[in-house]
């Protein structure tokens, strides 16, 4: 065992029975669920799934390709939980600045309210009767 990677590699042959078939299958779903996102992410897929048929192809380990199409899928993810964690962070700013507004037009209705409060009921005026016309 010359390193981690392939000590891995081996377990992960010796779960699965030596079916490399079932385990790039396993690790084909994550990658292929970003198929669905954004323009990015199917694109980064396609590649990821083209560059793993090209390798499987060619006659590499399974293995290898099933820890590639893992480390991608696992980046991908990595990717979207920022994008989302940025879009989270704009949303709370724009709340909080709506949450200012709220609290302005509040303090402006309260001194529009005291204002007139303040002010002298207006005196009904006495009404002048006419009798006639003139």
């Not at 084909?28 to 990821?48: D, K, M, N, Q, W």
């Amino acid at each position: 065992m010359d390193s981690y990677f392939e000590f891995g590699a081996e377990n992960l042959s010796r779960l699965f029975g030596g079916s490399g078939a079932a385990l790039v299958a396993l690790t084909v779903v994550p990658t292929a669920a970003f198929l669905l996102h954004g323009r990015f992410e199917r694109v980064t897929s396609l590649l990821a799934l083209g560059v793993a048929g090209l390798l499987l192809a060619r006659g590499t380990e399974t293995t290898i390709v099933a820890v590639f199409l893992l480390a991608t899928g696992i980046l991908l993810l990595l990717r979207n939980l920022l994008l989302l964690r940025r879009k989270l962070d704009s949303i709370k700013n724009e709340l909080a600045a709506l949450a200012g507004s709220i609290n302005s037009l509040e303090i402006a209705e309260e001194r529009r309210k005291m204002a007139i409060s303040r002010q002298p009921l207006p005196q009904p005026s006495k009404a002048k009767s006419h009798t006639g016309r003139q």
